[in-house]
Structure formats: structure tokens, C-alpha cells
């Protein structure tokens, strides 16, 4: 390639004398559409919708993946922590601390008439 430009042109008698070795304009043309016919036609009849399905599928592993790594990191450890935490608490001790710490404007902290 030349740099900074495009590739130089190369004539086919060019390539014909490299390569050819015996083998004629015509030979070569003849051996290129028989090349060029022999590839099979691309399906196109229900292509979206293969496609589609292809998608479809994909997405929904994809998705019940990322809903069962969701469910295992975060869900599961969260239930654990709360579990604990409701597993040692006192309501009444929390309201009492909360009540004399003075937060509460319904409730007198101890020891104010």
C-alpha cells in the first residue's frame, strides 16, 4: 500500500502473467462466475423473525441471570441483615432512648413535668 494514498491499480494481465501460469482471460472469468454462481442464495424469508426469536432468547437467559445474581447479592444478604437486626430489638428501650434524648414533642423526656 502507498503511503498516504490508495493502493496502486493492478491490471488482470498483470496478475495473468504472475499467477496465470497457462491460464487464459477467458479461463479466469469462467472459473470466477462458476465461483460466484456456486455460493448459496442468503435467506432472507423469515429472517426478522428468526433473528427476533434469536433475541428473544438471549434476552430472557440473560435476564433470569441477572435476576438470580440479584436475588443471591443483594436480596438475600439484606433479608439476613434485617433479620438480625429485628432478631435483638426492643421497641420500647428505642422509644424510651428516643423519648428522653428529647426528639419526640408529644412524649416529655423522664424526669420534666
Not at 491499480?9 to 477467458?26: D, M, N, P, R
Not at 441477572?66 to 426492643?90: C, E, I, M, S, W
Not at 420500647?92 to 426528639?103: D, K, P, V, W
Request: charged share 20%.
Amino acid at each position: 500500500m502507498v503511503k498516504g494514498g490508495s493502493p496502486p491499480e493492478v491490471s488482470l494481465s498483470a496478475i495473468l502473467q504472475l499467477f496465470g501460469a497457462g491460464y487464459t482471460q477467458s479461463h479466469l472469468t469462467v472459473n470466477l462466475c462458476h465461483y460466484i454462481m456456486s455460493l448459496p442464495k442468503p435467506v432472507m424469508r423469515g429472517l426478522l423473525t428468526a433473528q427476533i426469536k434469536k433475541h428473544i432468547a438471549i434476552a430472557s437467559v440473560l435476564c433470569f441471570i441477572t435476576v438470580g445474581g440479584f436475588k443471591v447479592l443483594v436480596q438475600d444478604p439484606r433479608k439476613r441483615l434485617y433479620a438480625d437486626f429485628y432478631k435483638n430489638y426492643d421497641a420500647l428501650a428505642e422509644f424510651n432512648r428516643i423519648r428522653n434524648l428529647g426528639y419526640l414533642q408529644s412524649a416529655r423526656p423522664d424526669g420534666e413535668e
